[in-house]
């Protein structure tokens, strides 16, 4: 990440305004694990931590928007009645899908495994930015409150780890998420799950593609 280090570099001199356009630039790339929290953890620890976590979250969130616009904007190649089942899976979520925006970026874990799959399935940006940002001001407070006390404990909990690693981890997740969010019928699994309950339709979903894996295998 050299060029990453460069930008810290160059930036480092200008406090909070720094701090803001690293933790930007470090969530603006999809599926890049770049360990922007570090440096802030390192360099910035004499700055007051309110401002300087306030600044990190905002940074952070108008960062990962740009993989949220990412889905949204493959959802423009989706057929129209698949638009309407994704705008069932949204209601479908309710608070859980606020839920899991804010732990995903509340934490060091791969958010775009959230923000695209919600992209694509047009998650209501309102709420998703509300919670991105509740998510990721809270993680940029912590590292800030945890660089001025000097608690160096926090290294271990936003260790970088293996970059390559957790590239592939977050495709993979996106990917199989997407497939299972776009392979759903959601109008039909509402409908079903408010008859028979969640856990009917679960086995009922999960029967369904044992018949037609064992379908395909005797075609073949």
């Not at 990917?175 to 086995?203: D, F, M, P, R, S």
């Amino acid at each position: 990440m050299d060029w990453f280090s460069l930008l810290i570099q160059s930036l480092q001199g200008y406090g909070y305004a720094g701090a803001l356009l690293i933790a930007f630039f470090g969530n603006l790339i999809p599926f890049l694990p770049v360990p922007f929290l570090i440096p802030i953890f390192l360099i910035f620890g004499v700055l007051d931590p309110l401002p300087l976590g306030l600044a990190v979250g905002a940074g952070a969130t108008f960062g990962k928007c740009i993989a949220y616009a990412v889905g949204r904007g493959g959802a423009a190649f989706l057929g129209e009645s698949k638009k309407e089942e994704l705008k069932c899976f949204t209601k479908a979520l309710g608070k859980y899908g606020d839920l899991a925006i804010f732990i995903f970026s509340a934490f060091p874990l791969p958010d775009d495994v959230i923000a695209i799959p919600f992209g694509i399935a047009r998650y209501d940006f309102k709420r998703f930015f509300a919670m991105l940002l509740a998510g990721k001001l809270f993680l940029g407070l912590l590292v800030a409150f945890a660089g001025h006390y000097s608690f160096e404990i926090i290294i271990g909990f936003l260790g970088d780890g293996n970059m390559i690693y957790g590239v592939l981890v977050s495709v993979a997740l996106v990917v199989a998420l997407t497939a299972v969010i776009l392979k759903i019928n959601w109008i039909e699994a509402v409908e079903y799950t408010q008859t028979h309950g969640l856990i009917a339709y679960l086995k009922f979903l999960f029967g369904t593609w044992i018949s037609r894996l064992r379908g395909s295998e005797r075609g073949g």
